[in-house]
């Protein structure tokens, strides 16, 4: 009389793994065959049939079966519309079919949240907070301020000179993310230009008349695709028609004076282009390998996460049914946290060849060690869940719940939540976002809140291991007492 003893979850992935080893390879199964079979004259390559119309009656003896028994199925014997492999066929065909349709809920639910995320962002550029200083007292500041603060692409708004007195501090503003960017109108744009026309100093420079300050690295594809070519499109046209008004003003005036136009002639710089901007990037983008590390390497590492889960789970399996509980749990938590260590800082070792520079905000040791430490709390937030849903769905399943994990984190990193529906907003918590704060102060030198992102991540990683260690224990009770169950029922066989 044969017994199982399911200890823990990981009993049932161990049969299932062991008949998919009889099944892979025939060599074990005939021996098994041989072994069950003993005495009754099977033979080695028979298998029993399932039970169906080819495998009912007891009393019907297959094509070399057992007398009295089951018939038997011959390996590498049928084909695949062959009658006697029917019940197999139904079972093939109701896992395919069940995978299928799985498959396309799991796409119908994630993908559109992903789609959803780039949907509208062109419609959201009005978030895009962008800082009007206008430092001139005269005609040309106050209408290229005015006229800004007309234009809706971008969100405007007026900020008071004596709240950042210096360039300087307009510029820690930026970095530090107090806007995505700020319009400053230098001081005496109008008297100075007033002056070179009159003095007739052709060293005039128009560029020089306003000032735009942005920051690349914090969100390159919004800075590029949004911020940058609105502010260019509707700057441009503002100071082309200051200009223009200006020196028709200068001209009306100044009509009959022929020094004054002898002058202007000398000149030229002050009637073309009088009136310019001049664009200021304070943290480029001069990095492209950079975005293999701050999304497309973001997924790559739930990935190779994911594949230390199933591996866990794998090895799990063999030696999980004879552990104590309190072993199973050191196990479950102890292994993955190891692991991450060696693929984390290799992981990280993977930028060097390629000239990634880790010394923009720290030394370029330090910078490259934080990348590695980032790298491990990143692996043990995304891993950790995988660990955690593996106990509840099983190795099966847990490709459906890959798929939503990397759409929730992709959705909210690929652009800032400015240009986003309010519902990605909890992108701020989940460890993607996070690993490219990160990651982008190390290598542009941008707003750095690396503690609070790293305390983030710690939260993941110390969530999951609470998680895993309930639902492990939650689960080898239930096989306990399952296990329990069947011992006593066998005992009360073996008495009768």
């Known amino acids: 009389m044969s017994s199982r003893s399911p200890s823990n979850t990981s009993t049932h992935h161990s049969t299932t793994a062991f008949n998919q080893d009889t099944t892979t390879h025939p060599d074990k199964s005939d021996e098994r065959d ?4 003993a005495g009754e004259g099977s033979q080695p390559d028979a298998a029993p049939a399932p039970a169906g119309p080819q495998g009912a009656g007891a009393g019907a003896a297959g094509p070399g ?3 009295g ?4 199925l011959k390996k590498f014997s049928y084909g695949f519309w062959s009658p006697e492999l029917a019940m197999l066929r139904s079972i093939i065909f109701k896992i395919l079919g069940g995978g299928t349709v799985i498959t396309i809920l799991v796409m119908w639910i994630c993908l559109p949240f992903y789609w959803g995320s780039l949907w509208k962002s062109n419609r959201y550029t009005n978030k895009l907070t962008v800082r009007v200083i206008n430092r001139d007292s005269g005609s040309i500041g106050s ?4 006229a800004l603060l007309n234009q809706t692409n971008l969100k405007y708004f007026y900020t008071s000179v004596t709240e950042f007195p210096t360039d300087a501090e307009v510029e820690h503003d930026i970095v530090e993310e107090g806007a995505w960017a700020a319009i400053v109108v230098q001081p005496g744009v109008t008297a100075n230009l007033l002056t070179a026309r009159q003095t007739g100093n052709s060293s005039w420079n128009g560029t020089s008349a306003v000032h735009v300050y942005y920051n690349q690295g914090r969100q390159e594809t919004a800075v590029n695709s949004y911020l940058v070519p609105y502010i260019q499109a509707e700057l441009g046209a503002i100071v082309g028609q200051a200009s223009a008004q200006s020196i028709g003003q200068y001209i009306s005036s100044n009509s009959g004076n022929t020094t004054a136009m002898n002058l202007l002639a000398q000149a030229p710089t002050t009637v073309t282009n009088s009136v310019y901007f001049t664009m200021v990037n304070l943290r480029p983008y001069t990095q492209p390998v950079a975005q293999a590390i701050t999304l497309v390497g973001l997924i790559y ?4 996460s994911f594949i230390i889960t199933m591996n866990n789970n794998a090895a799990r399996e063999i030696i999980g049914p004879y552990l104590r509980t309190k072993d199973l749990i050191i196990m479950r938590l102890a292994i993955p946290m190891i692991l991450y260590l060696p693929i984390s ?5 993977i930028s060097l060849p390629f000239k990634v520079d880790f010394g923009a905000h720290y030394t370029y040791a330090g910078g490259f ?13 995304v891993g950790l869940a995988t660990e955690f849903a593996i106990t509840i769905l099983g190795p099966k399943f847990m490709g459906f719940f890959l798929i939503p994990l990397i759409i929730a984190n992709v959705s909210v ?10 519902i990605y907003r909890y992108g701020v918590a989940m460890p993607f976002y996070n690993v490219g704060r990160v990651v982008r102060t190390i290598i542009f030198n941008t707003k750095n809140t690396i503690a609070l992102n790293i305390g983030i991540l710690l939260a993941w990683t110390v969530f999951s291991l609470i998680t895993i260690t309930f639902a492990t224990w939650l689960f080898r009770r239930f096989a306990i007492n399952a296990h329990r169950k069947e011992m006593g029922e066998n005992e009360i066989d073996e008495k009768a």
């Open 34 to 37: 041989k072994m069950a079979s």
């Open 65 to 67: 079966g057992p007398p």
């Open 69 to 72: 028994g089951k018939p038997q």
């Open 143 to 146: 209408f290229v301020s005015s």
């Open 301 to 304: 590492m739930l990935i190779f």
């Open 345 to 349: 800082f290799l992981f990280a070792m």
């Open 369 to 381: 060690f934080l990348w590695a430490f980032t790298l491990y709390l990143g692996m043990s937030a």
């Open 413 to 422: 990193a690929s652009l800032p939540h400015e240009l986003q529906p309010w």
